[in-house]
């Protein structure tokens, strides 16, 4: 952890340093052309060229490190009474590659995880960034996950390792998505790619269906086949694991599948006084959404891709409790 906080200390002492300049610049030119105070001028812009640089410090240092457990209690008319109080801990986005200096981090993660007491823990996808590697340092703490009914996981466009280097790593994207379907059942997680697992409780049952990545995005790949997922789970209560959250407009709404679980859009890392630009992108990207008696659960995810820090959108843990509607006489 601490060579990549001090080298991203160091990138941001360099871009601060840059910024200084151009501002003693600009405001050596106000004072001339404008008259102004060029102390007055110079401060200020100062301390607007700090305000990025102590929030960036804060997303890397402290948020991306804080952990947050989002419990959230949802009640179906079709829960079979058997699952009533079912437990759910539902991951996303790890990208193992955010961890490769602080395994200790994620081990706190964990920790707080297996605190939960969770009947089964669910995760929806993008367990790395760019390669199967990345997993070296993350997979001896991933192995240490428990619940009753083990992990249940599904890939996420950036397992299908579209990012590789192939003169680096010696392997195209697909023999890299091949390593990793390896490697996360080595794990022990039940990965699911376009299957489903039935969960039996005396003559109840239960089905977690499972898809590959299923999106609107040209950008990302597409391999879903929520049909072939569903294949003997008719009359069933249904949990869909879907990585990516276009799938539900496009899919899902109006099937026979009571609760959607994603992850994909990590609310963009940023959030600030409420305001978070992602929604300019995506209908849904973080927390509960409904359509008549179905329920959609976006998880902001663990880790981070593009910039290495979280600010405003802290790494997500969510406890879901499945509930039976009770009827009133």
């Given at each position: 952890?601490?060579?990549?906080?001090?080298?991203?200390?160091?990138?941001?002492?360099?871009?601060?340093?840059?910024?200084?300049?151009?501002?003693?610049?600009?405001?050596?030119?106000?004072?001339?052309?404008?008259?102004?105070?060029?102390?007055?001028?110079?401060?200020?812009?100062?301390?607007?060229?700090?305000?990025?640089?102590?929030?960036?410090?804060?997303?890397?240092?402290?948020?991306?490190?804080?952990?947050?457990?989002?419990?959230?209690?949802?009640?179906?008319?079709?829960?079979?009474?058997?699952?009533?109080?079912?437990?759910?801990?539902?991951?996303?986005?790890?990208?193992?590659?955010?961890?490769?200096?602080?395994?200790?981090?994620?081990?706190?993660?964990?920790?707080?995880?297996?605190?939960?007491?969770?009947?089964?823990?669910?995760?929806?996808?993008?367990?790395?960034?760019?390669?199967?590697?990345?997993?070296?340092?993350?997979?001896?703490?991933?192995?240490?996950?428990?619940?009753?009914?083990?992990?249940?996981?599904?890939?996420?466009?950036?397992?299908?390792?579209?990012?590789i280097n192939r003169g680096t790593s010696g392997m195209s994207p697909e023999q890299g998505r091949t390593v990793l379907v390896?490697?996360?059942?080595?794990?022990?997680?039940?990965?699911?790619?376009?299957?489903?697992?039935?969960?039996h409780r005396g003559n109840s049952r239960m089905a977690i269906v499972g898809v590959e990545n299923t999106t609107t995005s040209?950008?990302?790949?597409?391999?879903?086949?929520?049909?072939?997922?569903?294949?003997?789970?008719?009359?069933?209560?249904?949990?869909?694991?879907?990585?990516?959250?276009?799938?539900?407009?496009?899919?899902?709404?109006?099937?026979?599948?009571?609760?959607?679980?994603?992850?994909?859009?990590?609310?963009?890392?940023?959030?600030?006084?409420?305001?978070?630009?992602?929604?300019?992108?995506?209908?849904?990207?973080?927390?509960?959404?409904?359509?008549?008696?179905?329920?959609?659960?976006?998880?902001?995810?663990?880790?981070?891709?593009?910039?290495?820090?979280?600010?405003?959108?802290?790494?997500?843990?969510?406890?879901?409790?499945?509930?039976?509607?009770?009827?009133?006489?």
């Amino acid at each position: 952890m601490y060579s990549e906080v001090f080298s991203v200390a160091v990138l941001l002492l360099v871009c601060f340093v840059v910024l200084t300049v151009l501002d003693l610049a600009v405001a050596g030119v106000l004072a001339l052309v404008a008259g102004l105070s060029f102390k007055r001028c110079f401060l200020w812009g100062l301390l607007s060229l700090a305000v990025p640089v102590l929030l960036m410090a804060y997303g890397l240092l402290i948020e991306r490190n804080c952990y947050r457990v989002n419990r959230v209690e949802l009640e179906f008319d079709s829960l079979p009474e058997a699952f009533d109080g079912y437990k759910l801990v539902h991951l996303s986005d790890i990208h193992s590659r955010s961890f490769r200096y602080r395994a200790s981090s994620l081990q706190r993660a964990v920790d707080k995880v297996n605190s939960l007491d969770a009947d089964m823990i669910v995760f929806t996808g993008d367990l790395v960034t760019i390669e199967p590697s990345e997993l070296d340092v993350t997979e001896p703490v991933l192995k240490g996950l428990k619940a009753r009914d083990g992990v249940v996981s599904v890939l996420g466009n950036h397992d299908y390792c579209t990012y590789i280097n192939r003169g680096t790593s010696g392997m195209s994207p697909e023999q890299g998505r091949t390593v990793l379907v390896e490697r996360e059942k080595a794990m022990g997680w039940k990965l699911l790619l376009n299957q489903n697992l039935i969960l039996h409780r005396g003559n109840s049952r239960m089905a977690i269906v499972g898809v590959e990545n299923t999106t609107t995005s040209p950008h990302f790949p597409s391999r879903g086949d929520l049909g072939k997922a569903l294949l003997g789970t008719d009359g069933l209560f249904k949990i869909l694991l879907s990585h990516d959250p276009t799938h539900w407009d496009h899919g899902v709404k109006g099937k026979d599948i009571a609760l959607m679980l994603s992850g994909h859009t990590h609310a963009m890392q940023f959030s600030l006084l409420g305001w978070n630009p992602i929604k300019h992108f995506y209908r849904q990207y973080k927390g509960l959404y409904r359509y008549k008696d179905q329920c959609l659960y976006i998880n902001i995810g663990l880790g981070e891709t593009i910039f290495p820090a979280r600010i405003g959108a802290m790494p997500e843990i969510t406890l879901i409790e499945l509930r039976k509607t009770k009827t009133t006489q």
